[in-house]
């Protein structure tokens, strides 16, 4: 009886398997759903709703001296920034969520985005990679801390899925107005991150 149950289980495994393997995303997929310039829009991610507030899509600087880019990543696009003037608040977050990826069979692959934070009173920038499923936890994250500059950085991380995943960047607002804090230009690449 045992024996019967077993099998009945692995076949309903491998017919898991191959109807789920039909919807896997190969990596041009991969680069469609991620990779975004915030010039014409947000692309393929989306603003969380069940959060504080939502990140901003502007070009040229932000509306409060002393913080935030001058210019996108790019010279003259668009980028996303979060807002940290009144209404906002202390610790109050906003998230910028990936659609799903599903490449099953551990792609290696390249993420990575840019980064503005200048001004006096910053809060955090937290990028994580989300899993579902399979296996429920944060599996790689990048956080600060921020040194406040005026300037765009890269972020890069390695990510090598073995599940459906997606990517959640978070910004929260710190103890004042001058924490703007912009992303732009997010992208994957095949292979792992140069060292
Ligand atoms: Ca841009
Ligand atoms: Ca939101």
């Not at 149950?5 to 017919?15: G, S």
Request: net charge negative; aromatic share 12%; hydrophobic share 35%.
């Amino acid at each position: 009886m045992l024996k019967t149950v077993e099998r009945i289980f692995t076949a309903l495994w491998i017919a898991s398997l191959a109807s789920s393997r039909s919807n896997l995303d190969d990596f041009p997929a991969v680069q469609n759903k991620l990779n975004c310039t915030f010039d014409a829009d947000l692309c393929q991610w989306t603003q969380a709703k069940n959060d504080d507030f939502d990140w901003t899509r502007h070009t040229g600087s932000t509306p409060t001296d002393g913080t935030g880019p001058t210019t996108d990543h790019g010279g003259s696009g668009f980028y996303l920034f979060i807002e940290t003037s009144a209404p906002r608040a202390l610790d109050e977050q906003s998230f910028l969520i990936s659609p799903f990826i599903d490449t099953w069979n551990h792609v290696t692959m390249c993420f990575q985005m840019f980064y503005h934070a200048n001004g006096a009173s910053l809060g955090d920038l937290h990028v994580s990679l989300e899993t579902s499923g399979y296996v429920n936890s944060t599996v790689q994250e990048f956080s600060g801390p921020l040194n406040s500059s005026d300037t765009w950085e890269k972020i890069a991380f390695t990510i090598r899925p073995i599940s459906k995943f997606q990517i959640s960047i978070r910004g929260t607002v710190g103890n004042g107005f001058l924490g703007d804090i912009a992303i732009d230009d997010v992208s994957v690449a095949p292979g792992a991150c140069p060292p």
